[in-house]
């Protein structure tokens, strides 16, 4: 069965700090995406990852791939309140490529 | 280019009505995406297209739902009849080729069947 999770799910954290979010997948995918969504919004492209190693960084964020491992991340450096959204990774977890599956999303909330 | 346009941005029915839901995609994107989001099973993917071609429909919960896609610049998710569990928030996504870039989203129909 194919699983994507992210980890954590709901995270709270102070203007200025650094966290890491997690996006575990359980097959092969050699992409992967992260998107934005703030509430009642529609979803925005992030990152788009194609290959193992790639790293990819916009601002204070910072996304990776690690096909091997089947992980990815999203850091958030100097974390801002404007960066509170939920956060979504996604992988076209097929041959086909087309296929995206979503992760559950993470929360985030940055406090001033 | 003014992005994925989808229309209604909310709709209101009664169960046991017809819903349609309307998508113009990106101009020159060939591939063309249908998402429901809902808090329970977050976003799933109902169906999606190639070059107006239905390529996968398996994540159509049933046969009250069809999609139609006619030409390059329209598509339409319906639901007949429509029913309270149906209620959620319909993207529709648009990209240029397989995979390499990212899928650009419309901002959404959220509907509410009573």
Redesign the interface.
Known sequence: ELKVEQNPLFLSMQEGKNYTIYCNYSTTSD?L?W?RQDPG?????LF?L?SNGAVKQEGRLMASLDTKARLSTLHITAAVHDLSATY?C?G?FET??????????TQLTVNP | DAGVIQSPRHEVTEMGQEVTLRCKPISGHD?L?WYRQTMMR??E?LI?F?NNVP??DSGMPEDRFSAKMPNASFSTLKIQPSEPRDSAVY?C?SSLG???????????TRLTVV
């Open positions: 992409r995406y998107y919004k529609s979803l925005e492209s788009v194609l979504f996604a076209p086909s490529g087309s296929r995206l599956t979503f992760g559950e999303g | 591939y995406f977050g976003l993917l999606y190639n390529i996968d993207f996504a397989p995979g390499s870039r990212a899928a650009f989203f419309g901002q959404g």
